[in-house]
Structures are given as C-alpha cells and as structure tokens.
C-alpha cells in the first residue's frame, strides 16, 4: 500500500496504474485515501481580499455638475468673497412685470440681441429655463396669455437668486449681477406691514428696481393708487436702509401698450422726494405684441444703469481767490 492508494500492494503512486485495473481517478481505495482539502489546506489556504474588489479606488467626491438652479444667500456671500458682485433689489407688486423683465434679459442674451452686452456666464440656467419657459409656448401661432409663470419660493423666508455675467462689449470688462426673483406679495407685506426680515439683503443692494406696471399708472382710476403705494414702498426702503439713499430705478413695463404722461411721472418723482429719494425712470417692454415697439425695449438702458455708474470726482486742487486779510501762504508777500 503507497500513499496514494489503500489496497494492499498498489503502486499507482509511482506507476499509475491501478492494481485492480480501475480507473485510477474513480477507484473508491484511492479517492478514500486522500485527506479532505478543509483538514490539509484550511490552515495554509490565504484568502486574496482583492478578489472581487473594484479595479479602481473610489474617489472622495464623485463629479457632478452644479444645479443651476437659484442660488441662497449662503451661495451669494461665497461667489461675493471672491469677486464683485452687483447686488440688486427687485421689488414690485404681483403682476407688475418682475418676473417677465428677468426672463426677456435671459432671452434675448441667449440670442446675442442685448445692445451692448454679451453673455459670458450664469450658475443659474435652469432657473432662467424655468421662468421663461411660458415664452416658448406657443398655439398655433399665438403668444400665451402668459409669458411668464407665477414667482412662487421653495423657501418663503429666503430670496433666491439669479445669477448673470455679462461682458460689455465696449470694453470686454465683465460684470456679475445677482438678481432676485421675488414674488410680489413680499413687496405687499413690506407696504402693509413694514415686514422686511425676508428683504434684510436690500441693505447690500447696489440698485433697487422699484418694478411698476405702466398699465396701471395710465388709467385714470388705478393711478393715484399706484402712486400712493411707490411713495409708500421708498419710505419703507429708506427706512429699511437706516437713513440712506440707495440708487432707485423706477421701471415701468408694458411700454408697447401705453406710455405714461410726464405729468403722472411727476407725482411719482413728488412722493419720492417726501422720502428724501431720487429715482431715475426707465420704460421698459419684455414682451410686444406691437410691430413698432420691439420686444425688450429698454431692458439695455436698465442694465447700463444698473452697472455703471457715474461717480463725481471731487478737483484735487481747487483754485480759489485769497482774502485780502487771510493769514495764508499763497497771500504771503504778494504785495512785495
């Protein structure tokens, strides 16, 4: 008997063949005589641990592109410490026009139509997808009754924002403008109430658009309630602002339908210096349905306006005419 085989005087072990003239590989001696794998390998067997694992390590942070939706104030102060960005306050009541100024600015800059400007950059397309998206339905050859849909917040206590950056083709220099789209019942709550804890951002605001609809300014029984509510809403800015006097821009929309008399804008302009507040007026017309006035009409003046902005520099030397009696160094000895 060899090691490989149990009956008496096999040596398939050497030979291979089996004494019994079996089949080696099914002979019930020889299989019966080899030790089971668990009792001669289980200790000596070592488990690969790289079996089955993936090929490459998984990284710490899988890619994936940004939202686009609106941004959150968190999101504007971190874009804000690294560049400069034009913040703007956008207030009007609820069909005023706010919403349909911000989806025309976004259209017409994805067709190079901004006189002006250029398109250069935005961490919010799919929010401007989102609001212009009434202006790219059409039936049967028809507008929509309306472009623009209802401003409605994920968050009612926090603005979100749009977010463009524009390069002036005069120049090629590069603006950045964080825009809010902000439903009108917030301005409403500001003129009832003095409710600003949802609008405390207007206090960094560059520029403020005091959004009005110039339908409403034209009719004859509307108007005087409209007034009245601008002239309320600039108190509560200047209030809000502790004092100060931010840049107003007064926007009056639907300038392919009616333009608004000198005369009335002069009561706006009257309700406004009560406050101790200046605006400058820009018509504006998102949409037109009038072959004469075209759609976006004055939408690049109110970007212009929005972003430059005149500063007066004081003369570094200024000449003026010594007193005869003045003890000052330019009088000295002049009369030598």
Same mark, same amino acid.
């Given at each position: 008997?060899?090691?490989?085989?149990?009956?008496?005087?096999?040596?398939?072990?050497?030979?291979?063949?089996?004494?019994?003239?079996?089949?080696?590989?099914?002979?019930?001696?020889?299989?019966?005589?080899?030790?089971?794998?668990?009792?001669?390998?289980?200790?000596?067997?070592?488990?690969?641990?790289?079996?089955?694992?993936?090929?490459?390590?998984?990284?710490?942070?899988?890619?994936?592109?940004?939202?686009?939706?609106?941004?959150? @104030? %968190?999101?504007?102060?971190?874009?804000?410490?690294?560049?400069? !960005?034009?913040?703007?306050? &956008? $207030?009007? #009541?609820? =069909?005023?026009?706010?919403?349909?100024?911000?989806?025309?600015?976004?259209?017409?800059?994805?067709?190079?139509?901004?006189?002006?400007?250029?398109?250069?950059?935005?961490?919010?397309?799919?929010?401007?997808?989102?609001?212009?998206?009434?202006?790219?339905?059409?039936?049967?050859?028809?507008?929509?009754?309306?472009?623009?849909?209802?401003?409605?917040?994920?968050?009612?206590?926090?603005?979100?924002?749009?977010?463009?950056?524009?390069?002036?083709?005069?120049?090629?220099?590069?603006?950045?403008?964080?825009?809010?789209?902000?439903?009108?019942?917030?301005?409403?709550?500001?003129?009832?109430?003095?409710?600003?804890?949802? @609008? %405390?951002?207007?206090?960094?605001?560059?520029?403020?658009?005091? !959004?009005?609809?110039?339908? &409403? $300014?034209? #009719?004859? =029984?509307?108007?005087?309630?409209?007034?009245?509510?601008?002239?309320?809403?600039?108190?509560?800015?200047?209030?809000?602002?502790?004092?100060?006097?931010?840049?107003?821009?007064?926007?009056?929309?639907?300038?392919?339908?009616?333009?608004?008399?000198?005369?009335?804008?002069?009561?706006?302009?009257?309700?406004?210096?009560?406050?101790?507040?200046?605006?400058?007026?820009?018509?504006?017309?998102?949409?037109?349905?009038?072959?004469?006035?075209?759609?976006?009409?004055?939408?690049?003046?109110?970007?212009?306006?929005?972003?430059?902005?005149?500063?007066?520099?004081?003369?570094?030397?200024?000449?003026?005419?010594?007193?005869?009696?003045?003890?000052?160094?330019?009088?000295?000895?002049?009369?030598?």
């Amino acid at each position: 008997m060899t090691n490989a085989c149990q009956y008496e005087g096999c040596t398939v072990g050497e030979t291979g063949r089996c004494a019994l003239e079996k089949d080696p590989d099914i002979c019930p001696n020889r299989i019966g005589s080899q030790p089971a794998q668990s009792e001669t390998d289980a200790s000596s067997m070592v488990v690969d641990s790289s079996i089955g694992a993936p090929v490459l390590a998984r990284p710490e942070e899988m890619p994936s592109f940004p939202p686009s939706t609106t941004l959150g @104030l %968190e999101a504007v102060e971190r874009m804000m410490a690294a560049k400069y !960005v034009t913040i703007v306050g &956008i $207030l009007g #009541d609820p =069909e005023a026009g706010k919403t349909a100024c911000l989806a025309s600015i976004y259209l017409l800059l994805s067709h190079a139509l901004l006189d002006g400007w250029a398109f250069a950059d935005s961490q919010s397309l799919m929010a401007f997808e989102e609001i212009s998206r009434g202006a790219r339905r059409w039936n049967e050859g028809y507008p929509p009754e309306q472009m623009t849909v209802h401003t409605e917040m994920a968050d009612e206590r926090q603005p979100g924002f749009l977010h463009l950056r524009l390069r002036r083709e005069t120049d090629g220099k590069c603006f950045d403008l964080a825009l809010p789209d902000l439903p009108g019942e917030w301005t409403k709550t500001l003129i009832r109430s003095s409710r600003s804890d949802r @609008l %405390e951002f207007t206090r960094s605001a560059d520029v403020i658009w005091l !959004v009005a609809d110039g339908r &409403i $300014l034209s #009719d004859r =029984e509307q108007r005087q309630g409209a007034i009245t509510r601008l002239g309320q809403l600039a108190g509560r800015l200047r209030s809000l602002m502790n004092g100060l006097s931010p840049k107003l821009l007064l926007v009056i929309t639907h300038r392919d339908v009616v333009q608004v008399s000198d005369a009335t804008i002069d009561r706006v302009r009257s309700e406004f210096a009560k406050h101790q507040l200046e605006a400058e007026i820009i018509p504006i017309a998102p949409f037109s349905d009038d072959n004469i006035v075209k759609p976006g009409l004055g939408l690049s003046n109110l970007i212009s306006s929005t972003l430059e902005r005149v500063t007066v520099q004081p003369a570094f030397w200024p000449t003026s005419t010594p007193a005869p009696s003045a003890r000052s160094f330019l009088s000295f000895r002049r009369g030598i």
